[in-house]
Nanobody
Framework: QVQLVESGGGLVQAGESLRLSCAPSRSIFMINAMGWYRQAPGKQRELVATATSGGKTNYADSVRGRFTISRDNAKNTVYLQMNSLKPEDTAVYYC????????????????WGQGTQVTVSS
């Protein structure tokens, strides 16, 4: 079964930037919508940003203006450019794929990545 693999997390200081990437573990047919969610210790998982294959994007109010989501549809890859990071952005960031079809004739499914840690120190 294909997996969504995240990369790019790490430890940075407040005000710095990070870029997250998420791609399938092997070439697949398509992913309809891709997005990023995050979960801080003791909190529920929350939406950060999403992007459809048609280019429609959506952001949480807390990151709008600082984070930018983008996609490479040919590679079914999604990126999250995070600027002006704050300590409250510290969380495990999860990649989500909706409407994933490994082959053209497959039924669409939703996938989650394993998560990548982002830590912002003050």
């Amino acid at each position: 079964q294909v997996q969504l693999v995240e990369s790019g997390g790490g430890l940075v200081q407040a005000g710095e930037s990070l870029r997250l990437s998420c791609a399938p573990s092997r070439s697949i047919f398509m992913i309809n919508a891709m997005g990023w969610y995050r979960q801080a210790p003791g909190k529920q998982r929350e939406l950060v940003a999403t992007a459809t294959s048609g280019g429609k994007t959506n952001y949480a109010d807390s990151v709008r203006g600082r984070f930018t989501i983008s996609r490479d549809n040919a590679k079914n890859t999604v990126y999250l450019q995070m600027n002006s990071l704050k300590p409250e952005d510290t969380a495990v960031y999860y990649c989500n794929g909706q409407g994933v079809r490994e082959r053209q004739w497959d039924r669409a499914s939703d996938y989650w990545g394993q998560g990548t840690q982002v830590t912002v120190s003050s």
